[in-house]
């Protein structure tokens, strides 16, 4: 049996300047090693207004939850915009059984969410 090989964990960031937007697209699994990776991320944006997509994140631990968690702390301190685009059901169910998923503005596609985003200035 071969055995899987999994892509690291990565974030890659877009910027928007006219909307004043980052998008971090987050890539692989978020767990106790990578975690760190996102919040680097999101405290490193300067934009008033962060979308994260999780679109191809295929799971997350207890310490993602964690992650989360400090990014919208951050983004509610600094007056941010903060939302998360693409998850996956297995991402939405932990979120909900961690209890933390009303802290989330989320959508189903980056246009949906820089359409909600550009709203509030």
Do not use: W
């Not at 994260?52 to 951050?74: F, Q």
């Not at 959508?107 to 820089?114: D, F, K, P, R, V």
């Amino acid at each position: 049996m071969r055995a899987m090989t999994s892509e690291p964990f990565r974030v890659t960031a877009e910027s928007k300047a006219a909307m004043d937007l980052r998008i971090l697209k987050a890539k692989g699994a978020i767990t106790y090693a990578s975690s760190p990776v996102l919040v680097d991320a999101v405290m490193g944006a300067s934009e008033r207004r962060l979308i994260i997509d999780m679109t191809e994140v295929t799971s997350v631990d207890s310490m993602a939850v964690g992650a989360l968690v400090r990014a919208y702390v951050h983004c509610q301190k600094s007056g941010k915009g903060l939302a998360l685009v693409g998850l996956t059901l297995r991402v939405q169910n932990v979120l909900k059984l961690t209890c933390i998923d009303p802290l989330f503005d989320t959508y189903a596609s980056l246009a949906e969410a820089e359409e909600e985003l550009a709203k509030y200035s």
